[in-house]
């Protein structure tokens, strides 16, 4: 892909929080420029720092992508609070909450907002991409597309296929994948679909067992890290999501499925109630 202005391509983030922030910079670094949509402008200034941070660090994790200059990263990063402003994009990842209600009311604004031929990609742990699109207009034009953070530092993306994703837009959005250097594994539109109906139980688990049995998280994290070569632990994995998008997909597997294995833990309530998130409040089952 070129660097003109002329061949660039333009995509839309919608909730410009750690996964967002992460999303719009991974295609920041592929060529491509990005409308980031939040709430209000502090949002937005903390939302630019960060892209900044992870356009500037993520070389160094990812060798072979570009280094983007500060002119070039102006240029192609705007921070909006209108969502009128995505009317120019060919693609719009969404990564609010994971709150039925807010969602919802996203989409309807979203739908009235884009063009009828723009796609989104829902962006969400476990929330059915079958409900959301029926909130719109594009039902056949949406779908999931579960980036793990930060987004620029793994190699394949989860795309949900809702009952109504149109095959043009899964091929879309399987090229769209590729042109950010990864893979899409489509898997079907389920409850956590597979990564998060997996990794869930075991970051209740790992947080039930330093609640009941005492064991420090570095413990727990050393042995899936030297004994299964993960990268890195679970509770590491949940403070980098945050404790409280971890809490609600759990609820939201617990009434998915009605499986007792899905409700949270005390201490990982007790976190959430404290403030206690992760990585983004400085501290979680750790401190940053």
Not at 120 to 143: C, D, H, K, M
Not at 153 to 178: P, W
Not at 188 to 211: K, M, T
Not at 259 to 279: F, H, I, N, S, T
């Amino acid at each position: 892909m070129g660097d003109s202005a002329a061949a660039r391509r333009r995509v839309g983030v919608v909730g410009a929080g750690a996964i967002g922030t992460s999303v719009g910079a991974d295609f920041l670094l592929h060529g491509f420029e990005v409308v980031f949509v939040d709430r209000d402008e502090r949002t937005l200034a903390e939302a630019a720092r960060k892209v900044a941070e992870g356009v500037r660090f993520a070389p160094m994790l990812r060798p072979g992508l570009r280094r983007l200059s500060r002119a070039e990263l102006a240029e192609r990063a705007r921070y909006v609070v209108d969502l009128g402003e995505l009317a120019g994009c060919e693609f719009v990842v969404e990564n609010v909450t994971e709150d039925w209600a807010v969602k919802r009311d996203l989409y309807a604004r979203l739908d009235a907002a884009l063009p009828p031929q723009v796609g989104i990609g829902v962006n969400t742990s476990s929330i059915s991409i079958q409900r959301l699109a029926a909130e719109t207009t594009r039902p056949e034009w949406i779908v999931g597309i579960h980036f793990m953070n930060p987004a620029y530092a793994t190699e394949a993306v989860e795309v949900m296929r809702g009952a109504n994703t149109s095959d043009d837009c899964l091929a879309y959005v399987e090229e769209l994948v590729r042109s950010l250097g990864k893979q899409a594994i489509v898997v079907g539109d389920f409850p956590g679909f597979v990564s998060n109906r997996i990794s869930h139980v075991f970051f209740n688990e790992a947080a039930r067992l330093v609640q009941e049995e005492g064991v420090e998280p570095t413990v727990v994290d050393q042995v899936f890290k030297r004994c299964f070569g993960h990268t890195m632990g679970p509770l590491e994995t949940a403070d980098l999501i945050g404790l409280d998008t971890v809490v609600l997909t759990l609820r939201h597997l617990r009434e998915s499925t009605h499986e007792d294995r899905y409700e949270p833990c005390g201490l990982l309530e007790q976190k959430v109630a404290d403030g206690e998130v992760g990585r983004k409040a400085g501290r979680g089952f750790y401190r940053y």
